[in-house]
């Protein structure tokens, strides 16, 4: 099986071996030091300033999304949302179970914001700006310096969903003005899911200390103070953070760039790979996580070939795995991710595979 969804994504040997081992008590000096690095690698990674702070959910990256909104929102925020796909939804949707006003700026399926999108909504009282910096389920990479110059112009706090983004794109949350950057185990860190890390910046922290969400589990006024010792308020993913710390330490031994190259050197290999075959790349600016794909081939009926059957046909029959789409776009997008521990060689797999499929008139 080779697997080029877009999470859970392949882990190496060394993760998968830490993970059949058993799982120590973690209320102890020991833990909270390996945090406290945890922590600090994570702030790096993000490009954060140097009195940031980073705090560690157990939940997916959702939870992460929803912690943010629920923590530096409120009822007397204006919040703009790029909801150009269905990850940007469900930041639209978490404001409207969580009462915070906002608007949506809605973009078509695979189209990157532009600054005439952004225009209308300057100097209008905005307070806030949620964004995913890849659109997952399109695999759009937004102009997030763009976005960060808009904010800083007209005032607005950036909160950044780099789930899918982080460490396959570049994410300056200093130079670009982002206060809250959040991202999840499962994706390129190429770890178990269950746990999402949140990294904040002062204008964050100060928010978080000054409001006061209707919950208990994602209030993280408890994750701040705990996290001053290296803990946390509840039983932490145990076994993820120490994965965690691994794979962390990994990236600082060869530096963050040299992670972010071999990512998209992924991506650009198999790019380059699909140019005779009858697929159409579905945006202009994706991010090096994904591609999206648009089948462009015909049946031996002469109906277009749908995505989906792509999807399961490659699965079934050729032990790979791509990421298909839900809704409107599961017959005419599908996507393969470069994140995780993936080769060159597998990427030649999958091409020789969707290349007998286009023999057989499957693709
Ligand atoms: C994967 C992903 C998430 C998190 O989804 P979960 O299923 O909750 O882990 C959030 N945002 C983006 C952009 C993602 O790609």
Request: contains cysteine; negative net charge.
């Amino acid at each position: 099986m080779i697997n080029f969804a877009v999470g859970p994504v392949q882990m190496d040997e060394e993760i998968l071996a830490m993970g059949s081992e058993q799982i120590p008590y973690f209320r102890t000096p020991e833990f909270s030091g390996l945090m406290r690095e945890n922590e600090r690698m994570m702030c790096r990674f993000m490009q954060a300033p140097a009195d940031s702070r980073a705090l560690f959910l157990t939940g997916s990256g959702t939870a992460a999304m929803e912690a943010a909104v629920m923590n530096v929102f409120s009822q007397k925020d204006r919040v703009l949302v790029v909801n150009g796909g269905s990850f940007g939804a469900r930041f639209a949707a978490i404001c409207r179970i969580h009462g915070i006003p906002f608007e949506e700026i809605c973009l078509k399926s695979g189209c990157a914001l532009s600054e005439k999108d952004l225009e209308p909504y300057a100097g209008r009282g905005f307070t806030g700006f949620l964004v995913n910096a890849c659109e997952t389920s399109t695999g759009v990479l937004y102009d997030m310096e763009m976005i960060g110059r808009f904010c800083r112009e007209n005032g607005l706090l950036l909160v950044v969903d780099a789930v899918s983004s982080f460490l396959a794109d570049d994410l300056r949350m200093k130079e670009w003005g982002i206060s809250l950057a959040l991202t999840g185990a499962q994706k390129a860190l190429a770890l178990p899911p269950g746990l999402s890390i949140l990294v904040l910046d002062r204008t964050a922290v100060k928010r978080v200390e000054e409001g006061s969400p209707d919950s208990l589990y994602f209030d993280l006024r408890e994750y701040l103070k705990d996290g001053l010792r290296g803990q946390t308020p509840f039983t932490p993913a145990v076994s993820i953070l120490l994965q965690l710390n691994r794979r962390l330490k990994g990236i600082e031994e060869q530096g963050l760039e040299t992670e972010q190259s071999r990512i998209r050197g992924q991506a650009e290999d198999f790019r380059n790979r699909i140019r005779e075959l009858p697929l159409e790349i579905a945006t202009k600016s994706p991010s090096c996580a994904v591609t999206p794909l648009h089948p462009l081939g015909r049946d031996s009926h002469g109906n277009c070939v749908s995505a989906y059957r792509i999807f399961e046909v490659l699965k079934d029959e050729y032990g790979i795995y791509v990421c298909p789409n839900g809704g409107e776009l599961a017959d005419r997008i599908f996507r393969v991710g470069h994140i995780g521990n993936l080769t060159h060689e597998d990427n030649a797999h999958l091409v020789e595979a969707m290349e007998d499929m286009h023999r057989r008139g499957l693709l």
